[in-house]
């Protein structure tokens, strides 16, 4: 099955600063995700992005499918912010998702 | 609209016992997939099904059941409860199989003592 790495595994930003988190995919996938999870461990939908960019307000996500990895950019963060990220991507017959370990940030005020 | 409903929200079981975790998906989707996550990592795939049938199993034991049901709704069972069996469970729907966009719910957190 695919791998997928997620960096940094940890972030520490002061409220108002902007980041970048990235995702590493060992082969191709047709489906790829990004997940907010809530301290409550619910995952929030943040995108879904097999390819290109999209923009949903102070975030937005580019793919680059032909390289294999996905960005994800928070800009003028919040500490609402914090919690754990997770890029996820699916290939072959079945579809399910392959997640990383995750990103957990932290935004202190 | 609903999202994704899951009950319980929380568990507690003793080793050895069996467990079922419900799944309602959103209306309109007929994909559900089950996932387990344990402290510290991110979900790992258990079960897929669509229009009622398996489409998919992850590395788990044979004590790992699923079934969905005509209203689309499913159950995950887990036999012979071990410790490490402790974990948060996932359920996922989506409109369509294999890479529709995955919705979660809020997911029940099972203990296992």
């Known amino acids: 099955g695919i791998q997928v790495e997620q960096s940094p595994p940890d972030l520490i930003l002061q409220e108002g600063a902007n980041s970048t988190l990235r995702c590493n995919f060992s082969?191709?996938?047709?489906?790829l995700q990004w997940f907010h999870q809530n301290p409550w461990g619910q995952l929030i939908n943040l995108f879904y992005?097999?390819?290109g960019t999209k923009q949903n307000g102070r975030l937005s996500a580019t793919t680059v499918a032909t390289e294999r990895y996905s960005l994800l950019y928070i800009s003028s963060s919040q500490t609402t912010d914090s919690g754990v990220y997770f890029c996820?991507?699916?290939?072959?017959?079945?579809?399910?998702?392959?997640f990383g370990k995750g990103t957990k940030l932290s935004v202190k005020p | 609209d609903a999202g994704v409903t899951q009950s319980p929200t929380h568990l507690i079981k003793t080793r050895g016992q069996q467990v079922t975790l419900r799944c309602s998906p959103i209306?309109?989707?007929?994909?559900v997939s089950w996932y387990q996550q344990v402290l510290g990592q991110g979900p790992q795939f258990i079960f897929q099904?669509?229009?009622?049938?398996?489409?998919g199993r992850g590395n788990f034991p044979d004590r790992f059941s699923a079934r969905q049901f005509p209203n689309y709704s499913s159950e995950l069972n887990v036999n012979a409860l071990l410790l490490g069996d402790s974990a948060l469970y996932l359920c996922?729907?989506?409109?369509?199989?294999?890479?529709?966009?995955?919705?979660f719910g809020q997911g029940t957190r099972l203990t296992v003592v």
């Open positions: 996922a729907s989506s409109v369509t199989q294999p890479f529709g966009e995955a919705f």
């Open positions: 082969d191709s996938v047709n489906n």
């Open positions: 992005i097999p390819s």
């Open positions: 996820a991507g699916a290939r072959g017959s079945q579809g399910n998702l392959i």
């Open positions: 209306s309109g989707h007929k994909s």
């Open positions: 099904y669509y229009e009622k049938e398996e489409r």
